[in-house]
């Protein structure tokens, strides 16, 4: 399967305009099929690949355009994305339809094909029921959230649908959704669903379309003589030449799956229905277990990769894992805190055992590697500054200082002295100093604070 970037590039390459295949006196396709689902016999009236038309498929040309004589095949248009399926010609060569454009009449298959296709062979035509029914789904959901909007009373200028498989995303020019209106709009969506309404389609002049003040609105600009009028019984007429299901009833379920923001003031609203509203209440209900479990960080890490699932949760449920992450995070950082406060307090108990039981003060400790010859500790009051310099030789305590020189001082004098770094704040802190001998350091050390006057 092509990406859906890779296949726009594809159909980028394959360039034609209407008078194309008017110079060729080529007809414009029948598209009256599209509606039925059932295959479709056709004529391929031309093949185009990236260099142009051409007679026939070749193995070389393996992603092309197929435009035939009619079509059972619904094109991308008023906001609905393409159906695909399958054209297969008589001596089996197939063309996967991965996507169906319109220029002017005329309607384009893409697709990759394997296989000869002729001009003026005979082709079958078969869309994917599937997607279609999802199609369906989809559009009639727009319909139904379209009403809502209505009800909002947001002008129709203001939020436009596209319609996608068993999702529709709304653009909207509005500030950020609360949880009521979130909330509102699904349970209008579900009401409709529940009342399993009938959808009706009636074909009606334009200027009796254009007085009739219960059809809300067109999907497509331009108004034709006749204007197809789709109507949801009970609730609501529009103007649409979309596909849609039979009932309401059909969509089964409907959830807002995303609201975020868009430049310009706007906000995009995603609605699953379907298919893809039954798999996100499926995933609705895992979370809501995961967030009642013990935190753990298992239960952490399934929780986040929920969040990578776009358009696949609900709201609700993307919100009450984000709250759930962003607590986590900050108990995280709390217990960090909190063993690093106790890490400190066990060191200093340490020293402050070492310095009463021996007279020490200043005390020697085992290097903590080669180079890290010295280790410095200090504990301040207001009333009474302490350094501790702390590191063991073999002799064990050696040395008793005790000072008014901070010992970031101190600090400062033996990297001055020594090279090495130094490093600390508050109650505690440390130097590591360069190659030097702990003997050196300390008596160098108790100079420093001679000088200072507190020996
Ligand atoms: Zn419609």
Redesign the pocket.
């Known amino acids: 399967m092509l990406s859906e970037t890779f296949l726009l590039e594809k159909m980028a390459e394959i360039t034609v305009s209407e008078s194309d295949f008017k110079e060729r006196g080529i007809a414009e396709t029948d598209d009256s099929f599209k509606y039925a689902e059932e295959e479709v016999t056709a004529t391929v009236q031309a093949i185009l690949f990236k260099g142009g038309f051409c007679d026939s498929t070749t193995g070389e040309n393996s992603f092309v355009c197929l435009v035939l004589d009619r079509t059972p095949f619904y094109c991308e248009r008023g906001g609905q994305k393409s159906d695909q399926g399958e054209i297969r010609a008589r001596d089996g060569a197939v063309l996967s339809v991965l996507d169906v454009q319109s220029v002017g009449g005329y309607v384009l298959h893409y697709g990759t094909v394997d296989g000869c296709f002729v001009c003026g062979g005979e082709a079958a035509c078969a869309v994917e029921k599937e997607r279609r029914a999802a199609l369906r789904r989809g559009?009639t959901a727009?319909?139904v959230f379209d009403e809502f909007l209505f009800q909002e009373k947001v002008p129709r200028s203001d939020f436009s649908v596209v319609v996608f498989p068993d999702q529709i995303r709304i653009e909207v020019v509005k500030r950020a959704w609360t949880r009521d209106e979130i909330e509102s709009a699904e349970k209008h969506m579900e009401e409709h669903i529940k009342r399993n309404l009938r959808l009706e389609t009636e074909i009606v002049p334009l200027e009796e379309v254009l007085q009739r003040k219960d059809i809300l609105s067109v999907?497509e600009e331009k108004y034709p003589k006749s204007v197809r009028v789709?109507t949801i019984l009970g609730v609501s007429s529009?103007a649409?030449g979309?596909t849609?299901t039979e009932t309401t009833g059909e969509l089964v379920d409907a959830v807002i799956c995303g609201e975020k923001s868009l430049s310009g003031g706007k906000r995009k609203v995603t609605v699953a229905v379907g298919k893809k509203a039954v798999s996100a209440r499926r995933k609705e209900r895992e979370i809501e277990k995961y967030l009642q479990e013990e935190q753990n960080e298992d239960v952490l890490s399934k929780l986040e990769k929920y969040l990578k699932d776009e358009g696949g949760i609900p709201v609700g449920s993307r919100r009450a894992v984000e709250e759930c992450l962003a607590g986590a995070k900050k108990r995280r950082a709390r217990e960090e805190k909190e063993r690093e406060r106790a890490g400190i307090k066990d060191l200093e108990q340490k020293c402050l055992e070492i310095i009463s039981s021996d007279e020490a003060v200043f005390v020697f400790s085992p290097p903590l590697s080669r180079k890290e010859t010295a280790i410095c500790l200090s504990r301040c009051n207001e009333k009474n500054k302490k350094v501790f310099l702390i590191q063991k030789s073999e002799a064990g305590a050696e040395y008793s200082i005790s000072l008014g020189e901070s010992s970031q001082g101190v600090g400062e004098k033996i990297k001055e002295k020594y090279g090495g770094r130094y490093w600390g704040k508050g109650c505690v802190s440390g130097m590591l100093s360069g190659e030097c001998r702990p003997e050196e350091v300390a008596r160098f050390v108790k100079d420093v604070l001679k000088q200072a006057g507190s020996l």
Do not use: I, K, L
């Open positions: 559009h727009a319909h999907f789709v529009q649409c979309g849609h």
